[in-house]
């Protein structure tokens, strides 16, 4: 009679974690499966869509990689990821340290200023943005969203920043100090090399960020050589009405799984960051 | 020798002395940020308000002066008013879903079980992907004519082969569609708030309360929520300010249609001051945001000031 209580309860326990992974992870095994099927397949109404019902096939990634942009964009991804983050570290890493050193309630009203501005939304901003990127010449290429991707960037990572900072024992600077350092010096000899994990967290983080991003890229850039991943698949693989449904979610896929695990890794940082620090 | 420390030592004693100054390093480390958000955030919001209040148009850029007729001219298009409700509808039934899917998610993955670390990863997959490329697949399920859905709610007997439902050409199944999009992009945020909110309330306290004879409602929302609800009022703010200001969802799946069934403020400014051209249009709607982001703001900083007690 226990046991069989027990088993209800082991069985519907399970039942539920299955429905919930399900309905989290589906797309994403749809992506999967519809990389590889045959566009025979795919467009059949009779088979059952959950398996193959014809032998997996390749071509969609060769079209892709062949045949379409898809490394350019993977390319400017990269570049907009890997300058973003440079001008986060060079802005948010001092401002992180400044906050975090600075006393009284100026000090954290400040901090906390900067931290509103990253719930500042695109959509408040992207009519002027754009007006703003085109003055500057910078309409339709690429570096218009380095320009403007630092502004949610390093609020958040200042914030980060500036926790890691908070752990970071004050006595250790002004023993540097006592040896002789500057200020600076005690900071980059002392504090930097203490808060590596922070500064790698920080530099996932921005670069994930600049990876999600859409109304900026899809606002600023129509030319389809200097789009980044995530617009180039979603505007660039339909062509007229017909959408290449093969190539597109192999592209979604393939973009998506660095993403997914750099987010992975890092998440139990960003919650803490993101809850000013509420849990610890 | 003398000559020597007398030349060297002016030199080099100022610049060491600023840098050791903190009042000067304090400042001058924060400035670049300052100025950062002050150039690409704050002047671009004034100048969305001034273009709000101008006639400018992508095809005729002139800051010509019509004070609030932008405003009322939105404000009397039947569409916008449309706008304004699926906002609304959009981000309460995102937000509802979100969060109880996400509180029973939490309680499920609280507990050891084998596979847990893998549970956890894939059910933050909908956060953690990249909101254009993620939508796709949405998009791609929720095909016309090879819907996997549609397939299965026939293949278990739910729905006659012979309707074919248009989950995007329909405005009540479109707007379930964005909606429930949205919620399953939200969810893994409340989970993992909900998770670390769980993991932060001492034990000691819930042992207390189960020897005084409370039960697991009890425990939950008499000890628990209290407890947790700082940490859940600061994620409810950011996921009410990322679905009401969400534009991506929207765009990527109906481009706000079929006839602006599934218009999102976003979406119709974005068709507006970009697609149309009338930034100045576009900016007034834009703007709508602003009254609800504000009070966003001060409600968090309400619930941080008291996470700090």
Known sequence: ?280 | MATITTDVMPRRRRPRYLLDRVDVIGPLFIAPAIIYVLVLVALPFFLALYYSVSAFTIFDPSYRFVGFSNFLDVMKSEIFRRTLINTFVFTIGAQVIGLLLGKFAAMLLMKEFPGRGLARALVVLPWAVPVSLATLAWQWMFDSLYSVINWTLVAIGLLNPETHLQWLGQQDLAMLAVTVVHAWRLFPFGVVIFIAGFTSVPKDVLDAATVDGAGFWRRNYQIILPIIAPIVVIALIFGTVFTFTDLSVVYLLTKGGPMNGTQVLGSLAFQVGIMSGDVAHGAVICLFLFPFLLIAVVVFLRALRRREI
Not at chain 1, 26 to 50: A, E, H, R, V
Not at chain 1, 110 to 137: C, D, K, Q
Not at chain 1, 151 to 159: G, R, S, V
Not at chain 1, 252 to 279: M, Q
């Open chain 1, 1 to 280: 009679m226990r046991l069989t209580k027990w088993l209800i309860g082991e069985a519907s326990f399970y039942a539920a974690v299955v429905t919930l992974v399900t309905f989290a992870a589906f797309p994403f095994y749809w992506m999967l499966i519809t990389t590889f099927k045959t566009d025979g397949d795919l467009y059949n109404l009779k088979s059952n869509p959950y398996w193959f019902n014809a032998a997996p096939t390749l071509e969609h990634l060769r079209y892709l990689f062949n045949e379409t942009l898809f490394l350019q964009w993977l390319y400017n991804s990269a570049i907009i990821g890997v300058c973003v983050v440079v001008i986060t570290l060079l802005v948010a890493l001092p401002a992180g340290y400044s906050l975090a050193r600075m006393s009284g309630r100026g000090a954290e009203s400040l901090g906390i200023g900067i931290f509103l501005t990253y719930l500042v939304p695109p959509t408040l901003l992207f009519l002027p943005l754009s007006r703003v990127v085109s003055v500057l010449g910078l309409q339709d290429s690429l570096w218009s969203l380095v320009l403007v991707y630092p502004t949610f960037t390093i609020p958040f990572c200042t914030w980060l920043f500036m926790g890691f900072f908070k752990s970071v024992p004050r006595e250790i600077e002004e023993a540097a100090i006592v040896d002789g350092c500057t200020a600076v010096g005690a900071f980059v000899k002392t504090v930097l090399p203490l808060s590596v994990p922070g500064i790698l967290t920080v530099v996932i983080f921005a670069f994930t960020l600049t990876m999600q991003e859409f109304v900026y890229a899809l606002t600023f850039i129509s030319s389809s050589d200097e789009k980044p991943v995530t617009l180039g698949v979603a505007t660039d693989l339909v062509r007229g009405d017909i959408f290449y449904w093969g190539e597109l979610m192999a592209a979604a896929l393939i973009a998506s799984v660095p993403v997914a695990i750099a987010y992975n890794l890092f998440l139990d940082r960003f919650i803490s960051g993101i809850t000013g620090g509420a849990v610890k």
